[in-house]
């Protein structure tokens, strides 16, 4: 087994082995110029900018655009559909009106034919 094996093994199980090589490696790194501009870099490499975050701002506020104008476009088909079935309710309900209505003066335009008649 190679030296680097075992020493990953040893850091796998020696948690207080862990921290020591950490701490030597943090204090060789901050010590270092090129190791901290390295590391640095890396971090920048990572990091969001503000042109990525305006960005990212802009995709969304378009975003949240389309799913405005998709939901007012529902909602203005939602609005006729109820108004279809309101105006359909509302012609159920004048033709009832109207047959009994019409009925009724029909019975009493039959009984005055009646009376008329005698």
Known sequence: ????????????????????????????ISEDTNLRVLLLNALIAEAATKRDIESAKGELKQE?????????????????DMRTYFY???????????????????SYNSQLMVINFL
């Open 64 to 80: 949240i655009s389309a799913v405005r104008s998709e939901l007012k476009q529902e909602i203005s088909e939602l609005r006729a």
């Open 88 to 106: 359909g309710f509302m012609g159920g309900i004048l033709a009832t009106i109207l047959t009994v209505v019409l009925i009724t003066l029909n």
């Open 1 to 28: 087994m190679s030296l680097v094996r075992q020493l990953i093994d040893e850091l796998k199980v020696d948690s207080n082995a862990q921290k020591e090589l950490a701490e030597r490696l943090a204090l060789t």
